[in-house]
């Protein structure tokens, strides 16, 4: 009992710490914001560099599947060793990077706005060549997102149509038939299935408070949703597949309605600093591209994405400063 408190305490940490990256954030002033945009757009271009650099040298995870890796034959998994995650955050760096394209072309800055249009297709090819179905359909969320926010339609929505059709390309030329590069695989599909219908298990045994954050592997063994002699090993067993109902099981309806609270209060201040700061189209088109792939996968609470949204956040909180 002892064990599990002092490990449900770390996610706690984790998460205090995820807070304090926030306020750090918000309090940057413009230099320092500019200096902070930079290490982003560095930090996600070498995540999709050594996403290349895997693909081509090491194009599965077969040597490591004794710690619990998934094989990801010829998928993209860079340095987060899962295709899925990756897939998610580069649609996140993309949405990014995208916005920078379109704001140094409106301002006619020829060499930024070439750099980053070269950046902006490096992260879609990576994207495309994650083969994840939850971050494909983040990507169009995202962009149909940020072009429904945008007033130049035609021309977002042109461009957007022009990356769509080049990714789509990418992954014709670089189509191997594994499982794992079959859109319309099966396999993972049950596996979110099953995660979910054990999800449902733990929520009816304790739906009004939880079973308390990062003791969902306990209540896994607890219940008999999990068996077997590698449950304290595997990467999978300490959440489900799905980011709500991982909060449902978690902290239970109390917990559920007030993270649906945060989320709401989330969009309604980014709504009102629309008007006032474009860069805010790029937080709101990432945070509905997350919460859609966050069906799929548990992208709301995966620590890179989290860091990367919070930030986000920090930025636009720093502009109304």
């Known amino acids: ?139 169009i969320i995202g962009i149909l997102t940020f072009v429904f926010l945008q007033k130049k339609y035609r021309k977002i929505a042109a461009i957007a149509l022009l990356f769509f059709f080049i990714g789509i390309g990418i992954i014709l030329l670089n189509y191997k038939a594994t499982e794992g590069t079959k859109l319309f695989r099966i396999a993972s599909s049950e596996a979110r299935i099953t995660s979910a219908m054990d999800a449902l298990t733990i929520i009816s045994k304790n739906p009004i408070l939880g079973i308390g954050f990062d003791a969902y592997r306990y209540a896994q063994l607890k219940f008999g949703t999990a068996t077997g002699p590698n449950w304290q090993a595997s990467h999978s067993g300490a959440g489900t597949d799905n980011s709500f109902l991982f909060v449902l099981a978690t902290t239970g309806i109390i917990g559920f309605i007030f993270y649906l609270n945060i989320l709401t209060r989330i969009f309604a201040i980014c709504r009102l600093y629309l008007k006032k700061s474009p860069f805010v189209i790029v937080v709101i088109a990432s945070f509905c591209a997350i ?17 990367w949204l919070v930030s986000l956040l920090g930025i636009i909180e720093n502009n109304e400063q």
């Open 291 to 307: 919460i859609v792939d966050s069906f799929f996968i548990n992208s709301l609470f995966y620590p890179f994405i989290l860091v």
């Open 1 to 139: 009992m002892v064990c599990i408190l002092l490990v449900s305490l770390l996610y706690l940490i984790r998460f205090v710490s995820i807070g304090v990256i926030f306020a750090i954030i918000a309090r940057f002033s413009e230099k320092q914001k500019n200096i902070f945009s930079i290490v982003m757009v560095i930090s996600g271009f070498f995540v999709a560099f050594f996403g290349f650099i895997q693909y081509i040298l090491y194009t599965n995870l077969i040597n490591l599947s004794y710690l619990g890796w998934d094989n990801h034959w010829f998928r993209l998994f860079s340095t987060f060793f899962d295709p899925n995650f990756v897939g998610a955050f580069l649609v996140l760096y993309f949405l990014y990077v995208w916005y920078l394209t379109m704001s140094y072309c409106i301002k006619r800055e020829i060499k930024k706005s070439i750099i980053f249009s070269i950046l902006s297709l490096l992260s879609l090819f990576a994207i495309f060549l994650t083969f994840s179905r939850s971050a494909l359909l983040s990507l």
